[in-house]
Nanobody, 120 residues
Framework: VQLQASGGGLVQAGGSLRLSCAAS????????INWYRQAPGKERELVAT???????NYADSVKGRFTISRDNAKNTVWLQMNSLELEDAAVYYC???????????????WGQGTLVTVSS
């Protein structure tokens, strides 16, 4: 199973970016999919979560600005980030709990990270 994150880049404060995370491989099912971020010198923090049924939760710092969505048929999740702030700059990682064909339990997988840079 691979999670491929993309969509990061350089944006001015107040701008928008849309991150994508596509899961591929021998996937039977995916539960929650999460977006985390880690800024230099800081701990990795959970930004947003979306359940298999589409229920979303957000960190207080991004509520009202970020929107997480998913397409279960495509095993893909997106993070729409609007009104970006300098504090949003970080490497963003997607993470998912996956049950594979032939597997015996749910396992956590991580994408490689995509860098978001916000300029003033």
């Amino acid at each position: 199973v691979q999670l491929q994150a993309s969509g990061g880049g350089l944006v001015q404060a107040g701008g928008s970016l849309r991150l994508s995370c596509a899961a591929s491989g021998s996937i039977f099912a995916i539960k929650d999919i999460n977006w985390y971020r880690q800024a230099p010198g800081k701990e990795r923090e959970l930004v947003a979560t979306i359940s298999n049924g589409g229920r979303a939760n957000y960190a207080d710092s991004v509520k009202g600005r970020f929107t997480i969505s998913r397409d279960n048929a495509k095993n893909t999740v997106w993070l729409q980030m609007n009104s970006l702030e300098l504090e949003d700059a970080a490497v963003y990682y997607c993470n998912a709990d996956v049950f594979t064909y032939g597997g015996s339990r749910w396992e956590a997988y991580w994408g490689q990270g995509t860098l978001v840079t916000v300029s003033s």
